[in-house]
């Protein structure tokens, strides 16, 4: 069984278009985590969920919205895409709830979702 | 502010000889410090991390990893590259926030 999926794996799309990418965890966790690794393999954190409540959200422009409809799913939605968007995004998941006992906690990832836009 | 550094965006070995791949951080605190690989096309595995215990750390497939605080420092070290290992490997630091460094992509030659 996958631990962490993201579906689509690739996403070719248009500039201007809004799209959504999928991710589920079956390991009970409580913590959720959207990032972009761009072109260079640089990986920056966007978002993080606890329990579906928003916790962290860095400068990521307003066109991203996470929504979590309960805690086992964190999807992304991306309003007007832009060629600057091109990544691939990763879902991830850990146990604790954000805070002192996140310090230890491992995050597992799902394999990505490769996004193009053209 | 923290940050990660990785000093070597690209290290490449011979099969069977050993692996040092080095990661700098800057915190006001000591952070936990974590080292994940990822493999082509694919999602980031967990090798090892410190969370304050033994100062040095064990991990999967002979990796381990030693923190020095004096130095802060925490290289990821394998006596025997194999083929398998060529990736790309991170070193993350959490403080209040995961910080991922820029990645240090691993080539391992026959």
């Known amino acids: 069984d996958t631990a962490v999926s993201q579906t689509p794996k690739y996403l070719v799309t248009q500039m201007g278009n809004d799209k959504s990418i999928k991710c589920e965890q079956n390991?009970?966790?409580?913590?959720m985590y959207w990032y972009k690794q761009d072109s260079k393999k640089f990986l920056k954190i966007m978002f993080s969920?606890?329990?579906?409540?928003?916790?962290i959200n860095e400068t990521v422009p307003n066109r991203f919205s996470p929504k979590s409809p309960d805690k086992a799913h964190l999807n992304l939605h991306i309003n007007s895409l832009e060629l600057g968007d091109s990544a691939v995004y990763f879902c991830a998941s850990s146990q604790a709830p954000s805070g002192l006992a996140s310090r230890t906690d491992t995050q597992y990832f799902g394999p990505g979702t490769r996004l193009t836009v053209l | 502010a923290q940050s990660v550094t990785q000093l070597d965006s690209h290290v490449s070995v011979s099969e069977g000889t050993p692996v040092l791949l080095r990661c700098n951080y800057s915190s006001s605190y000591s952070p936990s410090l974590f080292w994940y690989v990822q493999h082509p096309n694919k999602g980031l595995q967990l090798l090892l991390k410190?969370?304050?215990?033994?100062?040095l750390v064990k991990g999967i497939n002979g990796f381990e990893a030693e923190f020095k605080k004096s130095e802060t420092s925490f290289h990821l070290t394998k006596p025997s590259a194999h083929m398998s290992d060529a990736a790309e490997y991170f070193c993350?630091?959490?403080?209040?926030?995961?910080?991922f460094g820029p990645g240090t992509r691993l080539s391992v030659l026959p």
């Open positions: 969920y606890n329990n579906k409540e928003l916790i």
């Open positions: 993350v630091a959490y403080g209040q926030n995961f910080v």
């Open positions: 390991l009970g966790h409580d913590t």
């Open positions: 410190y969370t304050s215990a033994a100062t």
